[in-house]
Nanobody
Framework: QVQFVESGGGLVQAGGSLRLSCAAS????????MAWYRQAPGKQRELVAS????????NYADSVKGRFTIIRDNAPNTMYLQMNSLKPEDAAVYYC????????WGQGTQVTVSP
């Protein structure tokens, strides 16, 4: 079992940057492809970016390509999402989980982008 604690969200002006962190517990973190997801009010949770179990094989939603970068460090069980050139439409609660959504969701971290 793996549990997640997301952090790093906040309020930023459009065009600004944030770096989200995902701290994972459990010794099996490194065997899973991982991903960041987001959910805006009234919308379904969507995949933002994913990364292979050892890093590499990054994939991004078209809406964030060229602006967001997903990074993972298996020692110590941490994943990041570097978000640049933020837009108001990026505002959402951001979550991490395995690429297959295998585990329980954490509380997420709120990202708010002002125009």
């Amino acid at each position: 079992q793996v549990q997640f604690v997301e952090s790093g969200g906040g309020l930023v002006q459009a065009g600004g940057s944030l770096r989200l962190s995902c701290a994972a517990s459990g010794s099996t973190f490194s065997i899973y492809a991982m991903a960041w997801y987001r959910q805006a009010p009234g919308k379904q949770r969507e995949l933002v970016a994913s990364i292979g179990s050892s890093g590499g094989s990054e994939n991004y939603a078209d809406s964030v390509k060229g602006r967001f970068t997903i990074i993972r460090d298996n020692a110590p069980n941490t994943m990041y999402l570097q978000m640049n050139s933020l837009k108001p439409e990026d505002a959402a609660v951001y979550y991490c989980n395995s690429r297959a959504r295998r585990f329980a969701w954490g509380q997420g971290t709120q990202v708010t982008v002002s125009p």
